[in-house]
T-cell receptor
Framework: GNSVTQMEGPVTLSEEAFLTINCTYT??????LFWYVQYPGEGLQLLLKATKADDKGSNKGFEATYRKETTSFHLEKGSVQVSDSAVYFCALSNQAGTALIFGKGTTLSVSS | DSGVTQTPKHLITATGQRVTLRCSPRSGDLSVYWYQQSLDQGLQFLIQYYNGEERAKGNILERFSAQQFPDLHSELNLSSLELGDSALYFC????????????????FGAGSRLTVL
């Protein structure tokens, strides 16, 4: 079945460090891929998405490229801020109108 | 504010009891999804409704049930509660139904935190 695997956290970084959170997936066909972010005490918010191979999603300095050959969708940011501290979830949807399948989430903690 | 409203925000109850969680989707969205978030299981999909009809089931226990009403709001009913049911329950909505073009972007509410004592 479809599944998403994320690197385990927590990830602890200093401000302005480079961030990578790995995400790989297993799915039939051509899924859409997402990164959601959950700030403390809040619901999940869409961070970025990509709908086909080689697409790059980007938002707020975060980027992720849909790599079909490696079934990956790694999240990157060149310079993290304290305000980026949150839990990041990778997710996929195999078909429009269907529920998202989430990874277990990766906690990012950024210190000044 | 995401536009998805969930009530109550917090709920404390005892084992064996029954509770109802409520969700109003974002205006214009026809699909409602329920997820359970716990520390050990992560985000688990429970059930989806589209325009009043059940569309998909995930890891939903038989003690749990849901429905979507004509005004599109949804309720998740949890009965015979156990300690292990303590979790955050999220509702999400989307405009898409099956066969709709484009990616299925879900908008999440802030969640209802259930504590079973």
């Amino acid at each position: 079945g479809n599944s998403v695997t994320q690197m385990e956290g927590p990830v602890t970084l200093s401000e302005e460090a480079f961030l990578t959170i790995n995400c790989t997936y297993t799915a039939t066909g051509y899924p859409s891929l997402f990164w959601y972010v959950q700030y403390p005490g809040e619901g999940l918010q869409l961070l970025l998405k990509a709908t086909k191979a080689d697409d790059k999603g980007s938002n707020k300095g975060f980027e992720a490229t849909y790599r079909k050959e490696t079934t990956s969708f790694h999240l990157e940011k060149g310079s993290v801020q304290v305000s980026d501290s949150a839990v990041y979830f990778c997710a996929l949807s195999n078909q429009a109108g269907t529920a998202l399948i989430f990874g277990k989430g990766t906690t990012l903690s950024v210190s000044s | 504010d995401s536009g998805v409203t969930q009530t109550p925000k917090h709920l404390i109850t005892a084992t064996g009891q029954r509770v109802t969680l409520r969700c109003s989707p974002r205006s214009g969205d026809l699909s409602v999804y329920w997820y359970q978030q716990s520390l050990d299981q992560g985000l688990q999909f429970l059930i989806q409704y589209y325009n009043g009809e059940e569309r998909a089931k995930g890891n939903i226990l038989e003690r749990f049930s849901a429905q979507q009403f004509p005004d599109l709001h949804s309720e998740l009913n949890l009965s015979s509660l156990e300690l292990g049911d303590s979790a955050l329950y999220f509702c999400a909505s989307s405009v898409a139904g099956q066969g709709s073009p484009g990616a299925n972007v879900l908008t999440f509410g802030a969640g209802s935190r259930l504590t079973v004592l």
